[in-house]
């Protein structure tokens, strides 16, 4: 091959580099948007609609993580389970929104206690769940702020148009059940299941009360 189709045919390379990297580069930009997305994606879906918090599957894939650290550090760890008390006669007496309200302030009240070592979720309808990592004086503490800070709660009820009554208000209290893994394990499924039963006792007791496996 002579001097000059060498040349020719090199250049007909670089150019073709030259192209092949333009498309790389503009593949890069999709997948990096497409990775975006898919990130938005996975953490609206990890989100409870109404009320924002966790779902039931990211709460216990974070859960998870928490017990294995303490696992690892040999550190207390638990779990309340929290129930709107009578939540249906506040549907049946003031409707579904005004009920729907509700949860969604419940939700605010746990989530004033949110930092890496305590989350909650809403496991579904009137109940939630809150993984804290600590003592069980500071477990019952904390499950103790909750009930009461419940107390305090009141909002007006929403009319059938939708509006705020003026004159109406709803009042709710929770009953809470607290497991951890001293008495439980450092198992999700047998911590939740004692927390239940506990929940269970603080019903039977009356509500508007905290209950301890
Ligand atoms: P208890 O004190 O024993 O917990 O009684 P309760 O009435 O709170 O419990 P029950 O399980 O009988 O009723 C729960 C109600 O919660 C029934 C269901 O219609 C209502 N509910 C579940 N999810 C939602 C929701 O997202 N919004 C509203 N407004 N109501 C809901
Ligand atoms: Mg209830
Ligand atoms: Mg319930």
Redesign the pocket.
Known sequence: MDQEKLEKSLDGIRQLLSHLHGEVTVLEGTYSQLLLVLNQVQGVADLDD?TGLLRRRSFFRKWQALLDECQKVNENCGVLII?????????DTHG?????EV?KKVAALLKQYESPGCFPCRL???EFAVAVRGTDAEILGLAEFIRRGAERMHGPVIGPDGKPSSQVEWKCTL?VGMASVRKASFDPSRLLKAADDALYQA?GKG?NQVAAA
């Open positions: 109404l129930d709107i008390d009578h939540f249906k006669k506040v549907n579904h929104p005004t009920g729907d949860i579904g309808g009137e009953s019903k509500r």
